[in-house]
């Protein structure tokens, strides 16, 4: 028993020895691994459309920026559009532009007359792709002999331009009689225009005003295949709308008119605005601007009775008054329409 003990005694001290042995050869410490950077998160771009800076009848000019890249590279840029304002997208029409500024042009070509587009900007990294604000853009159909051009819509059986004419000579290039001071219309002998109270505003928003000399010289104003209104021409656009009550809220555009009684729908796409007239005060004698920003007056080439048939829209009443009889020197806006 005393042999065995002593050789428990000795296994034990060995053990404690090699113990020692292994501590006091520890190697140096491992040093620790750098610290990892922060994960860098990334986000699609962030794109804004502008307002087209030029609008004719297949082309627009279109621009867009690139507001942030979202913090990796662009791979694309580019305007897409339709006309639905629901369904615009890179997966619609689409055109790239190659370009390596934030701020990006396009002359988009190759479109339908007088359409409205919906036109979106938009960028794409390796997140994804971002779009603009949806822009609407309304192609032209006509131009006059100034090259302003016009809109047109179809009414029935009938097709109008949806703004008032705006130019200011013949056909041939004379240019047509400049008068700005209403009284001076009773003694004109000529034809003339003006813009509502001599201002150049009015006339950029409601087109020019003119007096039935100018609407009926032999050099034209219409563009061809265009022609000066009849009274007859508006009181069959009358009927087709089911009368003068409901025909002037769905002639009338939605804006620019004061508070009305009843709801304006512009059901039509007509668009009639209040670009008021020139006619004679019964009780001074004298021809005076009046109704700018109340009625939209439009001149017709029809004599009725040795008086001008004028075409009235009230914001009091509402109705299309087809009839209305004023000295032949009065004058107002020009609607054209389709031969």
């Known amino acids: 028993m005393k042999a065995k003990q002593f050789f428990s005694y000795r296994k034990a001290f060995a053990f404690l020895i090699i113990c020692a042995s292994l501590f006091a050869c520890e190697k140096d410490p491992i040093p620790p691994l750098p610290p990892l950077p922060p994960l860098q998160l990334f986000d699609a771009p962030e794109v804004q459309t ?17 507001i942030s890249d979202g913090g990796t590279e662009i791979i694309e840029r580019g305007f897409c559009w339709g006309i639905d304002s629901n369904n615009v997208n890179v997966n619609s029409n689409k055109k790239s532009v190659v370009v390596t500024t934030n701020k990006f042009f396009l002359n988009l070509t190759g479109l339908n007359r007088n359409t409205k587009y919906y036109v979106k900007a938009y960028a794409s990294n390796d997140v994804g792709t971002a779009y603009g604000q949806a822009v609407e853009v309304y192609t032209y159909d006509i131009a006059d002999n100034e090259g302003n051009m016009y809109h047109t819509v179809k009414i029935g059986g009938q097709v109008w331009t949806v703004e008032n004419l705006r130019t200011r000579h013949y056909n041939n290039s004379d240019p047509i009689v400049y008068e700005p001071l209403a009284a001076n219309w009773g003694t004109l002998k000529t034809g003339a225009y003006t813009a509502y109270n001599n201002s150049s505003e009015m006339a950029e928003k409601y087109g020019y005003l003119y007096n039935y000399l100018a ?12 022609r000066i209104p009849s009274g007859d021409d508006f009181e069959e656009l009358k009927n087709f709308l089911g ?8 002639l009338m555009n939605q804006l620019g008119w004061p508070e009305t009684s009843r709801p304006i729908t ?3 796409g007509f668009s009639a605005l209040p670009n008021g007239g020139i006619a004679k005060n019964s009780e001074t004698g004298l021809y005076e601007y009046s109704g700018g920003n109340e009625i939209a007056a439009f001149i017709t080439n029809q004599i009725f009775g040795g008086y001008l048939i004028m075409v009235i829209i009230s914001a009091e009443k509402q109705f299309l008054s087809t009839g209305g009889l004023y000295d032949h020197l009065a004058g107002a806006g020009v609607r054209l329409i389709k031969q």
């Open 215 to 226: 609407v009926t010289d032999p050099r034209g104003i219409a563009p061809e295949g265009w």
């Open 243 to 250: 009368g003068y009550s409901p025909a002037g809220p769905a």
């Open 266 to 268: 512009n059901s039509t």
């Open 50 to 66: 502008f307002e087209a800076s030029s609008v004719g009848f297949n082309e627009i000019e279109i621009s867009g920026q690139i």
